[in-house]
């Protein structure tokens, strides 16, 4: 039986690796600088007496949802000195929100920037330091938390366009 033709799909090449096999920083001198946007979120489950101490604002360490929000945005802007081979960009804007949820917060971090390369990295790094903060303050009361679903869901600008998760 004859299979059904397909699309040809193209096979993306790892950008970060050269022909010897060897990791590469990408050389992105010749592209145009282009406004881009990048939105990552993620969530962190927390156990029921836990959560009631953030909620009272009876965390000892503090406000762990306002360090949180420090952390997430101080994160994106040094996500070049965590991530080996991410360029340092001018982040021209990041706003990280935390959401209530029945079992804990829904975190979403959305960076901007006008440059030559994209601000994914940076908003999944401030996504997941902010979460890693709300487990640093809170662990002592709830060492079962768990940081789960850490995730693109949308970015905008440079040559592949846009994207949006389904």
Not at 7 to 35: E, F, N, Y
Not at 101 to 109: C, K, L, N, P, V
Not at 120 to 148: F, G, H, N, Q, R
Not at 149 to 165: A, C, F, M, Q, W
Request: with cysteine; proline share 5%; net charge positive.
């Amino acid at each position: 039986m004859k299979k059904p033709a397909t699309r040809a799909r193209k096979h993306p090449t790892l950008s970060h690796v050269d022909r010897a096999g060897r990791i590469a920083m990408v050389d992105v001198g010749a592209k145009p600088d282009t406004d881009r946007e990048a939105v990552a979120r993620g969530s962190i489950a927390i156990a029921p007496a836990a959560l009631a101490l953030i909620r009272r604002g009876a965390v000892k360490k503090g406000d762990p949802l306002q360090a949180a929000r420090l952390a997430g945005v101080m994160a994106a802007k040094r996500t070049a000195d965590l991530i080996p081979l991410c360029h340092p960009l001018p982040l021209s804007g990041i706003d990280l929100t935390l959401e209530e949820t029945a079992t804990g917060y829904a975190i979403e971090a959305r960076v901007r920037t006008r440059a030559q390369t994209g601000v994914e990295m940076e908003a999944l790094t401030a996504v997941s330091v902010a979460a890693l903060t709300i487990y640093d303050m809170v662990k002592a009361a709830d060492p079962t938390m768990v940081i789960s679903d850490i995730r693109l869901v949308e970015k905008r600008g440079g040559r592949s366009g846009e994207y949006r998760r389904k």
